[in-house]
C-alpha cells in the first residue's frame, strides 16, 4: 500500500541535459539512479524512504520504457537477494529499506553479496532512522558495513551532493567490486532543492538479456574454498581499489580555510547542523563560508588514511562530530593520527554526548567547549537559547505517534480492546510495523515489540497469551 502519490512529480524524472530539476530528495534518488543506467529497482517500505518506493511504483512505466526493472520485494531478505544479479553480470542494480531493522533481515542475503563481491555495480539506499523523528532502537548502519566490509557512503544533505553520491557509488562498487551502502537521514529524504539534470540513460545490459544469457563463476560463489579466497581478496585488492577511487575522486570535501591549529571532521549527513551551529557562535554563514577548517566525510567507510594525515598534520586538535556509540570513526582517527606520527587531539565524545542526534543545538553546545579549551582567544556569544515560557509550549497540542486517519488496523485493534471487556487484560507480544502505534493511547495494547522474519510478507501474528489465542 503507497503511503501517498507522486503521480504528477514522477514527470519531473523526464528531465533531459541541461535542465533544473526541483524535487524532494527522493525524487532527486531516483533520477540519479535513472542517470545511472541502473538495471533493476527495488525494496521494502520503510521510513524514511517509503516514500522512494513509492515514487519507483508511480515511475513504473517510464522505468520499463528504459529497460528497468522493478520489484516491491515481499521483504528485507528478498530485497537484498535481488543484488545477486550483479554478481555475474554487469548490471547496476539498488535496493531500498529502512535503517538497521530492514539490514538485519537482509543481513544473510548482504553477507553473501559482500563476500562473494560484485561485477555491476550494487547500491543499498538505506534510510537512516536515527535520532529525534526515528521510531525504532537507536543503531546505526555503521557497524554493519564495518563488519561485512561495504563502502558506506553519508552524503552532504543538498540534492547536488546527494546525485553524486549516487552515481559515483556505483562507479565505486565496480570500481572496487564491492557492494555500497548509501544512508539516508529522514531530512535528506525530505528536504527539496534543485539541482542540474543529465539525461536518463538506458542499461547496457537489461534484466532479461542477462538471463536470456546465463552464466557461471565458481569464484563469486560463497563456499568452501572459494569463501577463504574472499577475505583475501576483500583486503588486498577491493579495499585499496575502494580507497584509490574515493580519494582520486575527491569524494570527501574540505569547507573553510586551507590552515588553521584546529579544525572539524563530521559525517557528511550532519554537516548543515554543524553550518548552523557555527552560525549560531558567529563562525559560520548561511553559505558555509567557515572561519575553521572543515573535512567532510561523504564516505563515513572506510576513512582515506592520506586524507586524514593531511588534514590533521599541524593541527592541535580536532573535534570529530559522529553521531551515536560506539565512536567508531573517533577510534580509527585516533589510530590513523598515530600511524601518522602527529600529535595532533582527537576531541569526540568529550566535549560530544554519547547518545542522541547532534542537532544544531547540540552541536553548537559542544562546539562551544570544545573551543573553550582549543582557542580560548576566540569570542563567542555568552549565555543559551531561552526556552519556550510554560504558558506558550502548554498551548501547543502533543502530537503522539498515530494511525494515519482511515488506517485500516484501527478496526482490528478497537475489535481487540471489545474482547478485553470481555475475558479482562492480555498480555499481547507486538511486532515491528505500524501496528505498533496500537501500543499508544487511545488502544494501549501490547506488552513488547519484537521485529519478525518477514520471508513471506507482512503478516504479524499478535498473541494474546491470556486467552490462548491468536488475533
Not at 284 to 299: H, R
Not at 421 to 438: K, M, N, Q, W, Y
Request: proline share 7%.
Amino acid at each position: 500500500m503507497a503511503e501517498r502519490s507522486f503521480k504528477s512529480e514522477v514527470l519531473k524524472l523526464t528531465a533531459s541535459e541541461g535542465e533544473t530539476f526541483r524535487g524532494e530528495g527522493i525524487l532527486a534518488v531516483t533520477k540519479a539512479l535513472l542517470q545511472s543506467g541502473v538495471a533493476y529497482v527495488g525494496g521494502y517500505q520503510g521510513s524514511p524512504i517509503s516514500h522512494l518506493m513509492d515514487v519507483f511504483a508511480d515511475a513504473n512505466d517510464l522505468l520499463e520504457s528504459l529497460g528497468v526493472h522493478f520489484e516491491a520485494s515481499a521483504s528485507e531478505a528478498t530485497a537484498a537477494a535481488m543484488l545477486a544479479a550483479s554478481v555475474n553480470y554487469p548490471l547496476r542494480g539498488a535496493v531500498a529499506w529502512k535503517s538497521v531493522v530492514g539490514t538485519n533481515v537482509a543481513s544473510d542475503a548482504l553477507s553473501n553479496v559482500a563476500s562473494g563481491g560484485v561485477k555491476g555495480g550494487a547500491l543499498i539506499i538505506v534510510g537512516e532512522d536515527y535520532g529525534e523523528g526515528s521510531s525504532i532502537m537507536q543503531e546505526r548502519t555503521h557497524a554493519f558495513a564495518m563488519k561485512s566490509q561495504m563502502w558506506l557512503l553519508d552524503p552532504r544533505p543538498n540534492l547536488p551532493s546527494i546525485v553524486d553520491m549516487v552515481e559515483k557509488g556505483f562507479e565505486l562498487s565496480e570500481a572496487s567490486n564491492t557492494p555500497v551502502m548509501l544512508e539516508l537521514r529522514v531530512r535528506s529524504c525530505h528536504m527539496t532543492g534543485e539541482f542540474t539534470a543529465r539525461d536518463n540513460r538506458r542499461p547496457p545490459l537489461t534484466v532479461s538479456e542477462a538471463a536470456a544469457a546465463p552464466t557461471r563463476d565458481l569464484n563469486r560463489i560463497v563456499l568452501p574454498p572459494a569463501n577463504f579466497l574472499h577475505e583475501v581478496e576483500k583486503i588486498e585488492k577491493r579495499w585499496p581499489a575502494g580507497i584509490a577511487f574515493v580519494r582520486d575522486n575527491h569524494l570527501n570535501e574540505l569547507f573553510g580555510p586551507e590552515e588553521g591549529d584546529i579544525g572539524v571532521i563530521v559525517q557528511g549527513g550532519l554537516y548543515n547542523n554543524l553550518n548552523r551551529a557555527q552560525e549560531l557562535l558567529g563562525l559560520s554563514n548561511a553559505y558555509g563560508d567557515s572561519e575553521l577548517p572543515i573535512y567532510c566525510l561523504n564516505v563515513a567507510y572506510p576513512l582515506i588514511p592520506e586524507e586524514v594525515v593531511t588534514f590533521c598534520r599541524g593541527k592541535k586538535a580536532v573535534l570529530v562530530l559522529e553521531e551515536g556509540q560506539p565512536e567508531f570513526i573517533e577510534h580509527e582517527l585516533n589510530t590513523l593520527v598515530r600511524r601518522g606520527d602527529l600529535q595532533t587531539r582527537i576531541v569526540g565524545k568529550g566535549v560530544m554526548p554519547r547518545a542522541g542526534e547532534y542537532t544544531s543545538d547540540v552541536i553548537r553546545k559542544g562546539l562551544k567547549k570544545f573551543l573553550e579549551e582549543w582557542r580560548p582567544s576566540r569570542a563567542l556569544p555568552q549565555g543559551e537559547q531561552a526556552p519556550l515560557d510554560p504558558t506558550t509550549a502548554s498551548q501547543i497540542p502533543a502530537r503522539p505517534a498515530g494511525f494515519c486517519t482511515g488506517c485500516p488496523e484501527r478496526p482490528i485493534f478497537t475489535a481487540m480492546k471489545m474482547v478485553e471487556r470481555e475475558i479482562g487484560p492480555t498480555h499481547v507480544s507486538a511486532d515491528i510495523g505500524c501496528h505498533l502505534f496500537s501500543i499508544l493511547p487511545p488502544f494501549n495494547i501490547g506488552n513488547t515489540t519484537m521485529g519478525y522474519p518477514r520471508t513471506a510478507g507482512p503478516s504479524p501474528s499478535w498473541a494474546t497469551a491470556a486467552s490462548g489465542t491468536t488475533a
